[in-house]
């Protein structure tokens, strides 16, 4: 099951369960779709090299049993700058 982490590990921008502008990589590492096409090389995660592709969005009526993680996480990737 995936995590669904809370925030953009680039510019800590808000990504719940269910926004549309979210990506990950392999690892579940999580961006935003404008720091991914804007501010990441190659639009490729920047801890694993790995394609970023659209993150799935949790069904609602699964979040209450499967509650996506309120644990942030930023990085201080020297392409993100400060949020």
């Not at 579940?28 to 991914?36: G, K, L, P, Q, V």
Request: glycine share 8%; aromatic share 4%.
């Amino acid at each position: 099951m995936l995590t669904l982490k809370p925030n953009c590990e680039c510019c800590d921008k808000d990504l719940p369960a269910d926004a549309a502008d979210a990506v990950i990589c392999s690892f579940e590492c999580t961006f935003c779709a404008d720091c991914a096409s804007e501010r990441l090389p190659g639009g490729r995660c920047p801890n694993c090299g790995g394609e970023l592709v659209k993150r799935p969005v949790r069904p609602v009526d699964r979040l209450a049993k499967f509650p996506a993680s309120d644990k942030r996480v930023v990085k201080a990737h020297g392409f993100c700058g400060s949020a």
